[in-house]
C-alpha cells in the first residue's frame, strides 16, 4: 500500500511538472486583414500568426457571409477600400467564447464563394483567403469556340505585369514593389500600342490584384493574342548587380541553365504565394507532349528571335545582363502558339536601378523600348508594312 501510494505521488509529481511546461491553448491572432478587388472577383485575406479551424456559411436578408474562426482574436480590422463591387461592410464579434466571428455584408445574391488556407512560405504567414466570385463577369462565363472577335489585319500584344496583389513580387531597399513598378510600364506599353492604328493591347491585369499564372496564359489565348510579353524586375542578394535580361520558353530535355532555372522557380512559385488552391493549379492540357509539334518549335524559334530584338532595344537604354537570351520552363510562356518572352527590365535589388524605376521618365523609355522590339520583331514577320513601321518609330 505504501508502494502503491509513492507511486501515485509520483505520478502527480510527474503530471505537474508536463503542466507547467505545456503552455495553455491560445487564441490564435489576426494580425493584418487586406481585400483586393479584381475584375471577377473579390479577395480578402486575413493573416494569421498560426494555423486556425474555421467555418464559413452564408445568410440571408440581408445578404452576408459569416466566418467563424475557432480559438482566434482580432484587436482592430484595418481600414479596408470599401465599399467594393461585392462588400459592403465588414464586422467581427464574439457570438460565444473563443470564436471569432468575422461578417462579410453583401452587396448581391448571385455570388460564388471559394476559401482556404495557406501555409507560411517566402516571408508571407499563415493566411485564411476568402474568394467572392461574380458569375456574371464575362471572366467567368463559360468559353465559347470563338471568344473575341478580332480583325484579319488586327495585330494583338498580350502585356502581362508579373505579380499584383498578395503576390509583390520583389521589393526594393527603398520600398519600390515589383508589382507596382510592372504594371505602371505595362500600362505605359498598352498606351503606345493602343496609339497605332491596326495594333491592340491587351492587359492580364489592369490593376493591383492577383491574378494566377495559367489564367495569364489563357487571357491571352481569349484574346487571340499574336504576341506575349511578360513584365518583371528581378532581385538578388548582392546590390550591385544590375542588367535587364530577356528569356523564353525552354523545351523539355533541353541543357538547363542555372541561372534561368533558378529565376523561373521563383518566378512560378508566384500563384502559392498570391493563393492559389491546388485543385486550381492544375496542368494546361495544350501544354502536354505539345513541344515535338512542328508548328510549336516555330513559335519558339520566333520567341527567340523576338527575345533577341527585346535586348538589342533594353541596350540603347540601359545596361543588359546577359547578352543573349535565356531558356526555362515558366508557365506564364506556355501559351506555345503565340510568340512570348519573359522581360526582367533590371534588378529592384540594386538601390540605383530602384531610383531609376520610380521614374516616370525610365518607365516610359522601358515601354518604347518593348514597343520597338515588338514592331521590329512583326516587320521582320512580314505582319507590318515597313513603311508604316518606320513612320510611327
Sequence with gaps: MKDYRKFILRLLSLFCLLCLNIPLLEAAEVQD?????????TRIVFDLDRSINYEIFRLHA????????????????????????????VRYGEPKKGVLRVVLDIQKKNIGLRSFLLKPMQGKPHRLVIDLIRKESPLNRP???????????EIVIAVDAGHGGEDPGAIGRNGLKEKDFTLRVAKKLAALINSKPGMRAVLTRKGDYFV????????????????????????????????????????????PDRVAVALAAKENAADE?????????????????????????????????????????????????????????????????????????NFISNPKQERKMKSIKHQER????????SKNFFRRMGMLDSKISASSS
Excluded at 63 to 88: G, T, W, Y
Excluded at 143 to 153: A, G, I, W
Excluded at 366 to 373: D, E, I, M, S, V
Design 33 to 41: 486583414v487586406r481585400l483586393w478587388t479584381a475584375p471577377d472577383h
Design 62 to 89: 440581408p445578404e452576408r457571409i459569416v466566418i467563424d474562426m475557432k480559438h482566434a482574436k482580432i484587436n482592430k480590422i484595418a481600414s479596408l477600400a470599401l465599399p467594393d463591387p461585392m462588400i459592403k461592410n
Design 143 to 153: 468559353e465559347k469556340k470563338v471568344l473575341v472577335k478580332k480583325s484579319h489585319h
Design 273 to 345: 504565394i498570391g493563393g492559389v488552391m491546388l485543385s486550381q493549379a492544375v496542368d494546361d492540357p495544350m501544354v502536354r507532349n505539345i513541344l515535338g509539334d512542328m508548328a510549336k518549335r516555330d513559335s519558339l524559334n520566333s520567341s527567340q528571335l523576338l527575345a533577341e530584338n527585346m535586348l538589342l532595344q533594353m541596350k540603347k537604354i540601359d545596361t543588359i545582363k546577359y547578352k543573349t537570351p535565356k531558356r526555362a520552363r515558366f508557365v506564364v510562356l506556355t501559351a506555345l502558339e503565340i510568340p512570348s518572352v519573359l522581360v526582367e527590365l
Design 366 to 373: 522601358l515601354a518604347k523600348a518593348l514597343y520597338q522590339a
Design 212 to 255: 494566377p499564372l495559367r489564367k495569364r496564359v489563357r487571357l491571352a489565348r481569349k484574346a487571340h493574342a499574336d504576341l506575349m510579353i511578360s513584365i518583371h524586375a528581378d532581385a538578388v542578394k548582392t546590390r550591385t548587380v544590375q542588367g535587364a535580361s530577356v528569356y523564353t520558353l525552354a523545351e523539355r530535355g533541353a541543357t
